[in-house]
């Protein structure tokens, strides 16, 4: 089973609709994660005809930010246990020796609010004793080296991020393609 999680920043743009729909049909994901949907209920519900995936859970904006929307396939067994305008939690198959948990997380891209959102994190980690998927937009790193560009970090920020993982047990999955999620369309390294 794959997933994809992607800040998405509006539906409103009909290219942004199309990169989508052209990596649903790259990768055959069973479960997307789509985070600062801007989108009303159903826009989102229509989304699901062009992405084949059968079931959507909706977290609406607030205002005129925002919005989160989970999307899965049919025959995935996922029951949405709880959920905020910043995470959508979930159990795969649930009841099955094989469980697992889903959670869609959007940070607040507020610097003086992500000490909530950490603190969010440890309370979730606390929740549920199965094997934990933690995927979306924290807004943060945690070195200086994951960015590129513009001023430093705050080591202090890093440093309470890089604690909030280690509180939780995450480990970094890695990634495929390229290295800085926000470009600017300026591209000069290497794609992995």
């Not at 930010?65 to 029951?79: T, V």
């Not at 202090?156 to 995450?170: K, N, S, V």
Request: aromatic share 12%.
């Amino acid at each position: 089973m794959n997933c994809i999680s992607w800040n998405y920043r509006g539906l409103g743009q009909p290219w942004v609709v199309l990169e989508l729909t052209k990596l649903v049909k790259k990768y055959s994901p069973s479960i997307i994660f789509l985070m600062e949907t801007r989108a009303k209920d159903h826009k989102l519900k229509t989304l699901c005809l062009k992405l084949h995936l059968e079931n959507v859970f909706i977290e609406p904006q607030v205002n005129t930010g925002g919005g989160l929307a989970l999307y899965w396939k049919d025959g995935i067994n996922l029951k949405v246990l709880d959920s905020t305008p910043t995470f959508i939690d979930v159990v795969v198959y649930l009841g099955m020796d094989d469980a697992w948990r889903l959670t869609g997380f959007y940070a607040n891209p507020t610097t003086a609010n992500w000490e909530h959102s950490w603190a969010l994190l440890k309370h979730l980690s606390l929740k549920l004793n199965l094997p934990w998927l933690c995927m979306g937009d924290f807004n943060e790193i945690t070195k200086a080296e994951e960015k590129k560009g513009r001023p430093d970090r705050p080591k202090r920020q890093m440093r309470e991020f890089r604690e909030a993982l280690d509180f939780c047990g995450f480990r970094d999955l890695g990634f495929v393609g390229a290295p800085f999620t926000w470009c600017n369309n300026q591209f000069d390294g290497e794609v992995t």
